[in-house]
């Protein structure tokens, strides 16, 4: 009964479709009133709906046949993109509430924002070390609160429903350092630089918003933006984000949806 969303084996090039946006719109607005909504109007009204899930609903390109994702209130919709449609259905059956225990400990932490050049979608990400029920143990998770799927997350995804304890990652980044690198300019191409002070008078560089910090003998909790002001000629190693970050997606606290 799911067979509609599959593709032509024989099909390698990555889709396109110039009806609904697919290959190259995320993102289609439902309701109106954005910036190019005219151009979304015509798109969206190429989609048919196929099926409810747990949270949302899954439309089709009657095009291209390509998935999107619904959310229940129809505000956008979200291409879900080859080999998602495992995870978002997984994402919306899942239980994916925080015990009032990890919430408190997340308010502690303080969010991670966006990116100044990035899509304020309102999520909230907090680095934080998790151990999950099956007793795996992540230093480097961050854990988002986010009302909609993990469709184009770059980091392997976890759901909450694995998480048995969150903590305080021990190579987590200050709040006040991760804002800064939230905020840092791009000086060369994929290059966006925060010098941080060490309290042994070493500087070193992160690039663009960065959560943690791994590097030998060094506490991350120590770091602070230095007072210099970062430029091209900036001296200090550049210590970019660990590669083994994992995304654990949960919702939203009640209180805060809908806000
Ligand atoms: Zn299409």
Request: net charge negative.
């Amino acid at each position: 009964m799911f067979g509609w969303f599959k593709k032509s084996p024989a099909r390698q090039e990555p889709v396109r479709c110039e009806i609904c946006g697919a290959g190259h719109v995320v993102r289609l607005d439902w309701g109106g009133g954005a910036f190019d909504a005219e151009e979304d109007r015509a798109r969206t009204a190429a989609l048919d709906h196929r099926e409810d899930l747990g949270r949302g609903s899954l439309f089709a390109c009657r095009i291209c046949q390509e998935p999107w994702w619904v959310d229940a209130q129809r505000t956008a919709a979200h291409h879900v993109t080859a080999g998602k449609l495992a995870l978002l259905r997984a994402w919306s059956e899942a239980d994916l509430s925080l015990s009032p225990a990890a919430l408190t400990l997340l308010k502690k932490i303080g969010p991670t924002p966006p990116h100044q050049y990035a899509v304020d979608n309102g999520d909230q990400q907090f680095p934080c070390a998790i151990i999950t029920r099956s007793g795996e143990r992540f230093d480097h998770a961050v854990l988002s609160l986010q009302a909609d799927p993990p469709l184009d997350s770059h980091r392997p995804v976890r759901l909450a429903g694995e998480i048995a304890e969150v903590l305080e990652s021990p190579d987590a980044l200050p709040l006040a350092v991760r804002k800064a690198s939230a905020r840092s300019h791009e000086l060369a191409m994929g290059y966006a630089p925060t010098l941080i002070d060490m309290p042994d008078g070493e500087s070193f560089l992160l690039n663009g918003t960065q959560n943690f910090l791994v590097k030998r003998g060094r506490r991350a909790g120590e770091a602070k933006v230095s007072k210099s002001l970062v430029s091209r000629e900036s001296r200090g190693e550049v210590v970019n984000a660990p590669d083994d970050e994992v995304l654990f997606v949960a919702a939203p606290p009640i209180s805060a949806r809908g806000s």
